[in-house]
């Protein structure tokens, strides 16, 4: 059995590049590993944030984690800011990455191009990834594509300290569905698809209401062609509603070529937007229940308290290999 860990940053609302690319994988490892999901609530204040739309997403993401199938009996399910070890850490992985590698991070150049001030935390931010996974010492982490480039450095800074305090780290490796690893944008498909846009058309959230999702999806960006084919390079609007479309329906892209073939975008994108409304209505049933029921408070609880253990391990035996005098 391996050890997984992910998490999603309460900076917004999911979306399904979010679902695709991450929460239904974390669905489908919870009944093969040990699993810690977490809402990394500490990472979502790295942009400016609103008290009260803080707590109201963390809140609704961790509801969501469960209303999307997520059993707390057989995964951990936490707030990262539950947890002060990831903090604790988080500092000192921040002391053993060089700044020429922070610098190097697609995330934090799209993140803070055009803006005059950016919080320290936002450039730092990948110091803090890293401690999230190596806390758990965890083989596994379900992200989606975008979050490669920050996975490669926590392996750097697994081995950087593995090299200088000896051997402790496990060497985390991404997990990633095969289509679907990167969702675009509904209006740009040169961008991915993002819960934190200022532009709502851009992505459907998983709590989007169905009259919501079905004018988003009809106005969806696409070429002037007819022809429903998978072809990224050529054809990237089309080939990424391809790519939800397969999600959704469990359908192969081949199965969705051959049935659209000769009908135009129209009936495509119509059958689309009723598989994802499909998918995402119970989902969204379960979550109004959850919400109601209060029952996330407990969950969170129980999830932190077994958290808390490994990471609280990890660290103890971090901090002596490093030279830290422990409290007696
Ligand atoms: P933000 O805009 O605040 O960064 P986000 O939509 O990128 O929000 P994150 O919380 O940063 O969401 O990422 C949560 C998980 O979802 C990560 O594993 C990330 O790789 C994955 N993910 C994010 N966007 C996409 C996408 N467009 N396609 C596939 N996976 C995605
Ligand atoms: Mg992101």
């Known amino acids: 059995m391996k050890r997984v860990l992910s998490g999603m940053q309460s900076s917004g609302q999911l979306t399904i590049g979010n679902y695709i690319g991450a929460l239904r ?41 469960i209303a999307a199938g997520l ?15 990831h903090a604790e850490l988080g500092w000192i992985m921040t002391t053993l990455t ?5 610098e190097r991070m697609t995330q934090f150049k799209d993140k803070s191009a055009g803006k005059e001030s950016v919080g320290a935390g936002l450039f730092t931010y990948p110091s803090l990834m890293a401690a999230d996974i190596l806390l758990y010492n965890a083989d596994l ?13 926590t392996r750097d800074l697994a081995n950087r300290f593995n090299n200088r305090f000896g051997e402790f780290f496990t060497m985390p490796e991404p997990y990633m569905p095969e ?17 934190s846009s200022p532009n709502p058309g851009s992505y459907i959230a998983m709590l989007d209401e169905p009259a919501v999702i079905r004018k988003k999806l009809s106005r969806a960006v696409t070429d002037s062609g007819r022809e429903v084919k998978y072809d990224p390079q050529n ?40 598989v994802v409304v499909a998918v995402l209505e119970p989902i969204q049933e379960r979550y109004r229940e959850i919400r109601k029921s209060g029952e996330i408070f407990d969950i969170l609880k129980k999830g932190a308290a077994e958290a808390s253990e490994l990471a609280n391990e990890t660290l103890l035996e971090v901090k002596k290999r490093m030279g830290f005098v422990l409290p007696s």
């Open 25 to 65: 994988n974390f669905v489908n490892l919870q009944h093969l590993h040990r699993c810690y999901f977490m809402v990394v609530d500490m990472h979502a204040i790295t942009v400016p944030q609103d008290p009260a739309a803080l707590k109201e997403q963390t809140e609704s993401i961790a509801s969501l984690y």
């Open 71 to 85: 059993d707390p009996n057989k995964a951990s399910i936490f707030l990262q800011s539950h947890v002060p070890a």
């Open 98 to 102: 060089y700044m020429g590698e922070l």
């Open 141 to 153: 982490i379900p992200v989606g594509d975008d979050q490669k480039q920050h996975l490669e450095l």
């Open 179 to 195: 289509i679907g690893a990167r969702i675009m944008s509904l209006d740009d498909a040169s961008k991915k698809m993002s819960k």
């Open 235 to 274: 054809k990237p609007e089309v080939s990424n509603l391809i790519s939800i479309y397969s999600h959704f329906a469990n359908m192969s892209v081949a199965e969705i070529e051959a049935k659209y073939d000769g009908q135009g975008y129209g009936p495509f994108k119509k059958d689309l937007a009723e």
